[in-house]
């Protein structure tokens, strides 16, 4: 018999209708004690988004914990960029206008990290890398995880899967920042031509002037926004680098959410679009609809998923390389990049 972590399969037509069979044959409820709390992980979109999950899927979830005895909650962390995602009032009544409200997906919506994302606690890791990963602090008294990822294109890793979805998704404010501490860009100083658009933009005001020429200063989340709003491309990142770091970090701080919660991993790979559900426009999918990919093995989740996707996101981002993020996790012991697939 193969040693090989499963991963469920059911293509693009009914994401919402996988969710129950991929948890009730993967054997997580047997990891589960009754009447226990399940954070249901998912992210709302931001403000503009079209493109994030079906509430359809939470609710879905919410129905297969139930049968079984268990509390959902769906959980969710504030946002490092200015916007109403920022603090927990404003990232509540987004989701609840973008459908994510009790009534429909019948859990509790919780923002974990406080009302500023200035809540977290320490979890000590043995890595140089990332000594102590800051998380979100009301993901302290949960520990049994449900995590529902919409897998997508990103232009700082290539994709977004489970392992962002855990890493920057349920950490505090400052572990976002140690995350993509390496991605903060610079002005070339020959190319700005002081138009200001990008002072104007950028979420954090960390930009200014400095003899006419724009200036990123230490406020910089590494957002990468400015990049996009620059007419000149004056403003660059050494993408590679930066990359690589938010890869092997993000890995990191997934290794601590992760630490001692039983967890189901879904990659919904739908709505595949070019950037995150952080961008704050409606966005056009740049591939067919795939389907949901479902493991308890958070790597082979997202391998499987980046197989079905490669040749897409590759010719998008092709200096990018999400090799380093799926190397990383299995090197951490989070999972198998090889998989079995098992087609519902
Ligand atoms: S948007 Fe570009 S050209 Fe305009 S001020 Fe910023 S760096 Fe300079
Ligand atoms: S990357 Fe650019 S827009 Fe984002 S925080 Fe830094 S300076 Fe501001």
């Keep these: 018999m193969s040693a090989e972590p499963v991963v469920f399969f059911a293509g693009p037509e009914d994401p919402a209708g996988a969710v129950g069979p991929m948890l009730e044959r993967s054997g997580f409820f047997g990891r589960v004690r009754r009447r226990k709390t399940v954070g249901l992980k998912v992210h709302f979109g931001e403000e503009g988004n079209t ?49 994510f409200g009790p009534a429909r997906t019948l859990a509790p919506l919780l923002i974990l990290d406080g009302e500023e994302g200035e809540r977290s606690y320490d979890e000590p890791l043995n890595s140089e890398l990332v000594p102590v990963a800051r998380l979100a602090h009301g993901l302290r008294r949960i520990r049994h995880l449900v995590n529902l990822a919409h897998f997508k294109g990103h232009f700082v890793t290539g994709f977004g899967g489970v392992v962002k979805n855990l890493a920057m998704g349920l950490s505090a404010k400052a572990g976002k ?32 002037f400095d003899r006419y020429v724009a200036h990123i200063g230490p406020k910089c989340t590494g957002c990468g926004g400015c990049l996009a709003v620059c007419p000149q491309e004056a403003i660059r990142v050494k993408w590679n680098a930066a990359s690589e770091s938010v890869q092997r970090k993000m890995v990191e701080y997934c290794r601590a959410v992760l630490r001692g919660r039983a967890a189901f991993h879904f990659n919904f790979a739908v709505n595949i679009t070019r950037n995150c559900d952080c961008d704050n426009h409606a966005q056009e999918p740049v591939m067919p609809d795939v389907g949901v990919f479902g493991s ?22 092709p200096k990018l390389d999400p090799g380093v993020l799926l190397d990383a996790a299995e090197a951490a012991g989070l999972g198998s990049r090889r998989y079995r697939l098992e087609e519902l």
């Excluded at 999950?53 to 504030?78: G, K, M, N, W, Y």
């Excluded at 920042?177 to 903060?184: G, P, T, V």
């Design 51 to 99: 493109t994030h999950l079906d509430p359809a899927i939470v609710r879905a979830a919410s129905i297969a914990l139930s049968f079984h005895d268990l509390q959902p909650v769906v959980i969710e962390t504030t946002a490092l960029y200015r916007g109403r995602r920022q603090t927990a009032a404003g990232h509540l009544e987004l989701a609840r206008e973008h459908g």
């Design 177 to 208: 920042l140690e995350m993509h501490s390496n991605s903060k860009p610079a002005v070339d100083a020959d190319r700005c031509v002081s138009c200001g658009k990008c002072v104007d933009y950028c979420p954090v005001a960390a930009i200014g």
């Design 296 to 317: 308890l093995d958070p790597v082979a989740c997202e391998q499987a998923a980046w197989d079905r996707t490669e040749a897409n996101l590759k010719a998008i981002y």
